[in-house]
C-alpha cells in the first residue's frame, strides 16, 4: 500500500517536472519570438534612430546568426540591402567581361582609322601574320569578291605613300589564293566572317591597347562602395559598436567611388599632358581621403547631420566640373569627348538627383509609415547611385576605344 502510494506520488512529481520543462521550453521559444519581432521606431535605441518617417519594421540588437539570417526575410532593409548587393554582383561581371574581352574585341568600325594606326603597325610581325592567312579560307565561297572589296576599301584611304603601306594592301588583297575558290556564287555571312577575321588577325598587331588601371581602378571603387554599404545595412542593427563601424566603412565606400569615378575621364582626356593628368589625379585623391577622414568623426554620423553629408559628398562631385571643361576646350572638335561628356552629365543627374533625395527623405516624409517597406528615399538612392555608375561604365568604353586606337 505504502509502495503504491509512493509510486503515485513519483509520477505525480514526475509528470508536474515534464510539465514545468515544458512550459520553461514554451516560454523561451515565446521569448525568442518576442525577441526577434520587429519593432517600432519609438521603441528603437539611439543609435538606431535614423529617419523618424520610417515608423516600423526595424530589426534591433539582433545577434550575428539572426542578423546575417535576415537577408532573407522582409524588413525596412531588405531593400537597402539587396539593392546594393545585385548592384556589387553587376559589377564584378562588368569587370571580369572588361578584363575578358575590351582589349582583345575589334569590330569592323575600326576600319576607317586603319590609316592612322598603320603607322605604328608591326610590319615584320604583320607580314608573317598574312602569310599565314585566316582562318576561315577554307569556307569562303567566293574569295574573289573579297579581294575586290578589301583593294577598294584600302585604295580609298589616305594611306602613307610608302611602300611598306602598300606591300601590307598587296598582302591582305593577294592573301587569297586563286586555288581556293569553289565556284562564283556567294555566301553574305562567309564573307562578313572573313572580313571579321581580317581585321581581328591585324588589329593586335597594329592596336597597342592602352593601359587599364583607372578604369579597374573606378570598377573597384564602385564594387567596394556597393559592398560596404549593403553590409552596412545588414549589420548595423546587431550593436552600437558594430554600427559605429559599418557606418564608416559605409562613408568611405561613398567617397571611394567618387573619387575613383574621376580616374578614366582625368586620365584617358590628359594622359598626352601630364602635369594635368596628375594635377586633376592628385586633387581627386586628396580629396577623397579628406572626406574618409572627416567621416571618421563621430558627429559626423548623428541624423542632424545628415543634408552636411550629403553635401560634402555632392561638393565633392562637383569638383569634377573643372577637368570636363577642361576636356571640352581641349577636344572641342572630338566626338569621344561630347560622348562622354553626355554619359558624365547623365551619371551626375543621377548622383545629384539621389543625393537630393536622401537629405530631403522624399517620399516618406509625405506619407510616415507608408513606405517603410519599400519605395523610401533610401533605396530610391542607392539604384540611382547603380545607375548613375553603370552610366560612368559606359563612358569608360568610349574612353578606351578612343585611345586604343590613337594613343596620344
Not at 280 to 296: A, N
Not at 309 to 333: E, Q, T, Y
Not at 365 to 386: T, Y
Request: net charge positive; hydrophobic share 45%.
Amino acid at each position: 500500500m505504502g509502495k503504491n502510494r509512493q509510486v503515485c506520488e513519483d509520477s505525480r512529481v514526475g509528470s508536474e517536472s515534464d510539465e514545468s520543462l515544458l512550459k520553461e521550453g514554451k516560454g523561451k521559444r515565446l521569448w525568442k519570438k518576442v525577441k526577434y519581432q520587429l519593432v517600432e521606431y519609438h521603441s528603437l535605441p539611439a543609435f538606431l534612430r535614423d529617419n523618424e518617417f520610417i515608423l516600423g519594421h526595424y530589426r534591433s540588437e539582433w545577434p550575428l546568426k539572426q542578423v546575417f539570417l535576415s537577408i532573407f526575410t522582409i524588413h525596412n532593409e531588405t531593400l537597402n540591402v539587396w539593392t546594393h548587393l545585385i548592384g556589387f554582383f553587376l559589377f564584378l561581371a562588368l569587370t571580369i567581361y572588361t578584363a575578358m574581352k575590351v582589349p582583345k574585341v575589334v569590330d569592323l568600325h575600326t576600319l576607317p582609322h586603319f590609316a592612322d594606326v598603320l603607322k605604328k603597325a608591326d610590319l615584320h610581325k604583320l607580314h608573317a601574320e598574312l602569310l599565314a592567312c585566316l582562318p576561315s579560307l577554307p569556307n569562303m565561297p567566293d574569295l574573289n569578291r573579297l579581294r575586290e572589296e578589301l583593294t577598294n576599301a584600302f585604295a580609298s584611304m589616305d594611306l602613307l605613300r610608302s611602300p611598306s603601306t602598300w606591300h601590307i594592301v598587296e598582302l591582305l588583297t593577294n592573301c587569297l589564293p586563286e586555288r581556293l575558290f569553289h565556284g562564283n556564287h556567294t555566301d553574305v555571312s562567309v564573307l562578313h566572317s572573313m572580313k571579321e577575321d581580317v581585321v581581328n588577325m591585324i588589329a593586335p598587331l597594329m592596336l597597342r591597347p592602352i593601359t587599364r588601371w583607372p578604369f579597374y581602378a573606378f570598377l573597384g571603387g564602385a564594387m567596394f562602395c556597393l559592398l560596404a554599404s549593403s553590409t552596412c545595412h545588414l549589420l548595423s542593427c546587431h550593436s552600437e559598436r558594430l554600427s559605429y563601424i559599418m557606418l564608416r566603412f559605409d562613408y568611405a565606400g561613398i567617397a571611394a567611388l567618387i573619387a575613383t569615378s574621376f580616374y578614366p575621364p582625368v586620365y584617358y582626356s590628359f594622359m598626352c599632358n601630364p602635369f594635368f593628368c596628375n594635377l586633376y589625379l592628385g586633387f581627386i585623391t586628396i580629396l577623397g581621403i579628406g572626406t574618409i577622414l572627416v567621416s571618421l568623426l563621430p558627429v559626423f554620423q548623428k541624423p542632424e547631420y545628415r543634408k552636411i553629408r550629403a553635401s560634402l559628398f555632392f561638393g565633392m562631385g562637383m569638383s569634377g566640373v573643372a577637368p570636363i571643361f577642361h576636356k571640352l576646350i581641349l577636344f572641342r572638335n572630338r566626338p569621344e569627348a561630347l560622348y562622354t561628356t553626355g554619359y558624365e552629365i547623365l551619371m551626375g543627374v543621377f548622383y545629384g538627383i539621389g543625393a537630393l533625395i536622401y537629405a530631403t527623405r522624399i517620399p516618406e516624409r509625405w506619407m510616415p509609415g507608408k513606405f517603410d517597406i519599400a519605395g523610401h528615399s533610401h533605396q530610391l538612392f542607392h539604384v540611382l547611385v547603380v545607375a548613375g555608375a553603370y552610366t560612368h561604365y559606359c563612358a569608360g568604353l568610349v574612353y578606351l576605344r578612343w585611345r586604343d586606337l590613337e594613343g596620344c
